[in-house]
T-cell receptor, first 113, second 116 residues
Framework: QQPVQSPQAVILREGEDAVINCSSS?????VHWYRQKHGEAPVFLMI?????EQKGHEKISASFNEKKQQSSLYLTASQLSYSGTYFC??????????????FGKGTKLSVIP | ETGVTQTPRHLVMGMTNKKSLKCEQH?????MYWYKQSAKKPLELMFV???????ENNSVPSRFSPECPNSSHLFLHLHTLQPEDSALYLC???????????????FGPGTRLTVL
């Protein structure tokens, strides 16, 4: 089942904050966040595992509510370089990773001066 | 540079052609993936190879045929495609382990495929 991302698009001025949400109707093992700039490959931002472990870039923060099967990505003090499309990928299961990600449709973030 | 390369970067082919997409990862990973990215659609997982063995095939039409000769190389063979198969095809790799739950995927730049 494809996760649902919200909002679909957001425009920020430099320095503003944003939250991108990802929700699933199925029990999740992990949530991955990626950013893709136009014409480029998706780049890993963050992975959050069931049980509280997480790994990602220092300037990126995210949360994973296992009970609600929801994750949120927090972008603070946005910079022009944050512009791009943000995808969440969800991995189902209760054990070790199945290596299968189901991606949402993406949230297009535009940061303007 | 993400350590995952794909060739060609652009491909135009007719419906009766046979072509292959190539992916190579230089990261020492043991799992590789093919994704399809169409306009206004989410990334769709097509195939997963784990330790060179295909572990997932998400109902992909047989006109797409993957091949993984070793852990560093992945091919996608294309035959008698349809115009709706036009999309960006992305390859990714990750380190799969029973002891490490972190398996972030590293993507290549993709092959932009146009089927006429």
């Amino acid at each position: 089942q494809q996760p649902v991302q919200s909002p679909q698009a957001v425009i920020l001025r430099e320095g503003e904050d944003a939250v991108i949400n990802c929700s699933s109707s199925k029990a999740l093992y992990s949530v991955h966040w990626y950013r893709q700039k136009h014409g480029e490959a998706p780049v890993f931002l963050m992975i959050l595992l069931k049980g509280g472990e997480q790994k990602g870039h220092e300037k990126i923060s995210a949360s994973f509510n296992e009970k609600k099967q929801q994750s949120s990505l927090y972008l603070t003090a946005s910079q022009l370089s944050y512009s791009g499309t943000y995808f969440c990928g969800t991995e189902r299961g209760s054990g070790a990773g199945s290596y299968q990600l189901t991606f949402g449709k993406g949230t297009k973030l535009s940061v303007i001066p | 540079e993400t350590g995952v390369t794909q060739t060609p970067r652009h491909l135009v082919m007719g419906m009766t052609n046979k072509k292959s997409l190539k992916c190579e990862q230089h990261l020492g990973h043991n799992a590789m993936y093919w994704y399809k990215q169409s306009a206004k659609k989410p990334l769709e997982l097509m195939f997963v190879y784990n330790f060179k063995e295909q572990t997932e095939n998400n109902s992909v039409p047989s006109r797409f045929s993957p091949e993984c000769p070793n852990s560093s190389h992945l091919f996608l063979h294309l035959h008698t495609l349809q115009p709706e198969d036009s999309a960006l095809y992305l390859c990714a790799s990750s380190q799969a382990s029973l002891y490490n739950s972190y398996n972030e995927q590293f993507f290549g730049p993709g092959t932009r495929l146009t089927v006429l």
